[in-house]
């Protein structure tokens, strides 16, 4: 018996993730991390674990491992069905598995991203101090693939002693308040105003590193249009979680945790960090609106 | 220099040139400023993660780093032994309007600044070439690009530290290793490095 958790059936995209690792952007390294982070730290919270342990994300799809050793698990983030040797169980609570259970976490009922904790934690070695997979870099471990063992560490504490846990279904459309700027004077008059009086629709392009979405387009100023009529680039500088660049299209995209650190496209706004779990549980068709803060 | 702020807890400082961030960039990690993340771009500084950001724009109002041009004296470049090989050199002397031994002459010849870092992690951004010799990037990148491939693309030049796709132009190699995530500092070319490429025998 050891304490491991061996994928079996790893989902669409099924990564480790902590609470990321800041601090590294100057050298052009994502911050990752749990895109929900809410939903890890209460993921954590139910098994016992510290707030920053390594839990698994997954990806509309779910994912199927199975337990080495006796250990306590909890599931939350987007609603799924969580079957343990082929029963279903609770959502959103602490379930003891036995040495050699199937653990699934099934196709969620909706949102995107599950977080699947286990008492001790997902015990990858640390890179650059975390355990998140960074999907644009390719720092910390890949996305997981079947056969892959994972070493769990050992418990910190006891599991939460609370029933059931909350559920917060995000609103839909889900509005997302954001400070207008940095680079609002890269935009026409009228850009902010679009952004802010306009219905926007998730992309199915959308992935750990921007919410990538449809809708009216946020037109340039009229100072950065080249003479072919193509729109000229910012020097790079750094970009920011939750900041809504425009890239040539016009079409936005909110950053999330796997954003690239410097980009040349301006950003007309950034999202509040508060209103960012909920983009993590947004599906392709979902709706979305921009308040000012 | 111009303050914008950038959410609720960044503020982006805007400054006249390559010079003058690094300089910015090289006082704010002197001094410790509060604040998570400090992101050198080409005419920024991004602070990321900051309590309190008022505090620090009036902080940094108080600072006067060196203008543009100014080097600090006992500054040395870091050595980047390269063998002016690569596949692209013949395009880069065509559009450099001269030979492919002058496109080795001219890029060794001065000392570049790391602008920033991006795209990759450890992957620098080196400026300083004289005004002019810009470089368009390949129309399709290539699917594969080797690690320590020297390329040069606008104003840029870079060096893979990993093995990526790329549209680079590529003018040469370097077995210099440019990340290790596991080695402190995990980077050998950080924001605001002053670089001088060397030619060396293939």
């Given at each position: 018996?050891?304490?491991?958790?061996?994928?079996?059936?790893?989902?669409?995209?099924?990564?480790?993730?902590?609470?990321?690792?800041?601090?590294?952007?100057?050298?052009?390294?994502?911050?990752?991390?749990?895109?929900?982070?809410a939903a890890?730290?209460l993921?954590?919270?139910?098994?016992?674990?510290?707030?920053?342990?390594?839990?698994?994300?997954?990806?509309?799809?779910?994912?199927?491992?199975?337990?080495?050793?006796?250990?306590?698990?909890?599931?939350t983030?987007?609603e799924?069905?969580?079957?343990?040797?082929?029963?279903?169980?609770?959502?959103?609570?602490?379930?003891?598995?036995?040495?050699?259970?199937?653990?699934?976490?099934?196709?969620?009922?909706?949102g995107?991203?599950?977080?699947?904790?286990?008492?001790?934690?997902?015990?990858?070695?640390?890179?650059?101090?975390?355990?998140?997979?960074?999907?644009?870099?390719?720092?910390?471990?890949?996305?997981?693939?079947?056969?892959?063992?994972?070493?769990?560490?050992?418990?910190?504490?006891?599991?939460?002693?609370?029933?059931?846990a909350a559920v917060r279904r995000p609103a839909?459309?889900?509005?997302?308040?954001?400070?207008?700027?940095?680079?609002?004077?890269?935009?026409?008059?009228?850009?902010?105003?679009?952004?802010?009086?306009?219905?926007?629709?998730?992309?199915?392009?959308?992935?750990?590193?921007?919410?990538?979405?449809?809708?009216?387009?946020?037109?340039?100023?009229?100072?950065?249009?080249?003479?072919?009529?193509?729109?000229?680039?910012?020097?790079?500088?750094?970009?920011?979680?939750?900041?809504?660049?425009?890239?040539?299209?016009?079409?936005?995209?909110?950053?999330?945790?796997?954003?690239?650190?410097?980009?040349?496209?301006?950003?007309?706004?950034?999202?509040?960090?508060?209103?960012?779990g909920g983009?993590?549980q947004?599906?392709?068709?979902?709706?979305?609106?921009?308040?000012?803060? | 220099?111009?303050?914008?702020?950038?959410?609720?807890?960044?503020?982006?400082?805007?400054?006249?040139?390559?010079?003058?961030?690094?300089?910015?960039?090289?006082?704010?990690?002197?001094?410790?400023?509060?604040?998570?993340?400090?992101?050198?771009?080409?005419?920024?500084?991004?602070?990321?993660?900051?309590?309190?950001?008022?505090?620090?724009?009036?902080?940094?109002?108080?600072?006067?780093?060196?203008?543009?041009?100014?080097?600090?004296?006992?500054?040395?470049?870091?050595?980047?032994?390269?063998?002016?090989?690569?596949?692209?050199?013949?395009?880069?002397?065509?559009?450099?309007?001269?030979?492919?031994?002058?496109?080795?002459?001219?890029?060794?010849?001065?000392?570049?600044?790391?602008?920033?870092?991006?795209?990759?992690?450890?992957?620098?951004?080196?400026?300083?070439?004289?005004?002019?010799?810009?470089?368009?990037?390949?129309?399709?990148?290539?699917?594969?690009?080797?690690?320590?491939?020297?390329?040069?693309?606008?104003?840029?030049?870079?060096?893979?530290?990993?093995?990526?796709?790329?549209?680079?132009?590529?003018?040469?190699?370097?077995?210099?290793?440019?990340?290790?995530?596991?080695?402190?500092?995990?980077?050998?070319?950080?924001?605001?490095?002053?670089?001088?490429?060397?030619?060396?025998?293939?």
């Open positions: 018996m050891s304490r491991t958790l061996t994928v079996l059936d790893p989902g669409p995209c099924t990564t480790v993730q902590d609470r990321g690792r800041p601090g590294w952007a100057h050298l052009g390294v994502p911050r990752s991390g749990a895109l929900d982070a890890a730290t993921a954590n919270r139910l098994v016992g674990n510290h707030e920053g342990a390594a839990v698994l994300e997954t990806t509309l799809g779910g994912v199927s491992v199975r337990a080495g050793a006796a250990m306590t698990v909890a599931v983030g987007a799924a069905p969580v079957l343990v040797a082929g029963r279903e169980r609770a959502f959103g609570e602490p379930l003891s598995l036995r040495a050699g259970d199937l653990l699934t976490v099934g196709p969620a009922r909706w995107v991203r599950s977080y699947l904790a286990v008492a001790g934690g997902v015990a990858v070695p640390e890179v650059l101090g975390s355990r998140s997979t960074d999907t644009l870099s390719g720092t910390g471990p890949g996305v997981l693939r079947a056969g892959d063992v994972l070493p769990v560490g050992e418990p910190a504490g006891a599991p939460a002693a609370l029933d059931v839909a459309p889900l509005c997302l308040r954001v400070h207008v700027g940095p680079r609002q004077d890269w935009f026409a008059d009228e850009a902010p105003d679009t952004l802010l009086s306009s219905t926007y629709t998730v992309s199915e392009q959308s992935n750990r590193v921007g919410l990538r979405l449809r809708g009216p387009r946020l037109a340039p100023a009229e100072h950065r249009l080249s003479p072919d009529r193509g729109t000229v680039e910012l020097p790079s500088e750094g970009m920011v979680l939750g900041a809504v660049q425009v890239p040539a299209s016009g079409e936005p995209v909110v950053f999330l945790n796997d954003h690239p650190t410097t980009g040349g496209y301006p950003v007309l706004a950034v999202v509040s960090a508060a209103d960012l983009c993590a947004l599906r392709p068709g979902d709706r979305v609106r921009f308040a000012p803060r | 220099m111009r303050f914008r702020p950038v959410g609720a807890d960044a503020l982006l400082v805007e400054v006249g040139g390559v010079e003058e961030a690094s300089a910015l960039y090289r006082m704010a990690r002197d001094l410790g400023v509060p604040a998570t993340d400090i992101v050198l771009g080409a005419r920024t500084v991004l602070f990321d993660g900051v309590g309190d950001v008022p505090a620090l724009e009036s902080e940094v109002r108080g600072w006067s780093p060196a203008p543009d041009g100014v080097r600090p004296a006992a500054e040395q470049p870091v050595e980047v032994p390269t063998v002016y090989d690569g596949p692209d050199l013949d395009a880069v002397a065509r559009a450099w309007d001269t030979t492919t031994r002058d496109v080795v002459a001219i890029h060794t010849g001065h000392e570049l600044r790391v602008a920033f870092c991006g795209f990759a992690p450890g992957f620098p951004y080196c400026t300083g070439l004289p005004a002019g010799l810009r470089v368009p990037r390949l129309d399709t990148p290539r699917t594969r690009v080797a690690p320590g491939s020297v390329g040069l693309a606008d104003e840029y030049t870079g060096v893979y530290p990993a093995a990526s796709p790329g549209g680079w132009r590529l003018i040469g190699r370097t077995e210099l290793v440019l990340w290790d995530p596991g080695r402190t500092p995990p980077a050998t070319l950080a924001p605001g490095t002053l670089v001088r490429f060397v030619e060396v025998a293939r």
